[in-house]
Each structure stands twice: as structure tokens, then as C-alpha cells.
Nanobody
Framework: QVQLVESGGGLVQTGGSLRLSCAAS????????MAWFRQAPGKDREFVAG????????YYADSVRGRFTITSDNTKNTVYLQMNSLKAEDTAVYYC?????????????????WGQGTQVTVSS
């Protein structure tokens, strides 16, 4: 079992920045890929960004590429999502997810562990 706890969400104005954190605990040695997803009201959950635990690669959804940066600190078992130039359409609950597979995973079913989510609201 892997437990994930997100933090860092909040209310920010358009153009502002936030940094989300996801702390992993438990059997973290089984985690090879981590990612952030988000779900806006009335919409399906969608992939935002992912990173290989080895640090060898980060990948992004087209909607956030160039504005968001995902990083990891393996010494702390923590993944971060730096969000800059935020837009109203970035408003959503953001979820952290962990997978036991290596790859550029973007599908929910690829991930076996999920956090409880943290709300990000961007006001215009």
C-alpha cells in the first residue's frame, strides 16, 4: 500500500502561481511513476503532468506545458507541481497518483494509488 497526501491548494488570481506537494508513504519502493490529475466541476478527471521516479523524464498535458513544472525529491518521497500563469480554466481538484509501472502513463487505470485531492481555484 502507498499513501499519498496532497497539500498546497488554495485561491489565487489569474496569472498567479501555486505549488502543490504530494507526500508518499508506505511501500514507496513499488512506485516508479507519479503524476498529477485534475477534475473540474462537471468534467472527467484528466491527466496534467507525470514524472518517472528515476528523474529521467517529465511529461505534460498540452494544456499546461510551459506553465506547469513537475519535480520530485526522492529523499523526501515527495512530488511537486509548480503552477505558473494560472488561468480560470485551471480551477479543479488536483489529485496525486502513483504507479508501479515505468512509462509516460496518462490513463487513470495505470495508477494504483491516489490522494484525497486538493482544491485549486483561480479567480478572474
Amino acid at each position: 500500500q502507498v499513501q499519498l497526501v496532497e497539500s498546497g491548494g488554495g485561491l489565487v488570481q489569474t496569472g498567479g502561481s501555486l505549488r502543490l506537494s504530494c507526500a508518499a508513504s508506505g511501500r514507496t519502493f513499488r512506485v516508479y511513476t507519479m503524476a498529477w490529475f485534475r477534475q473540474a466541476p462537471g468534467k472527467d478527471r484528466e491527466f496534467v503532468a507525470g514524472i518517472l521516479r528515476s528523474g529521467s523524464g517529465a511529461y505534460y498535458a498540452d494544456s499546461v506545458r510551459g506553465r506547469f513544472t513537475i519535480t520530485s525529491d526522492n529523499t523526501k518521497n515527495t512530488v511537486y507541481l509548480q503552477m505558473n500563469s494560472l488561468k480560470a480554466e485551471d480551477t479543479a481538484v488536483y489529485y496525486c497518483a502513483a504507479a508501479s509501472r515505468v512509462g509516460l502513463l496518462e490513463t487513470e487505470t495505470d495508477f494504483h494509488s491516489w490522494g484525497q485531492g486538493t482544491q485549486v481555484t483561480v479567480s478572474s
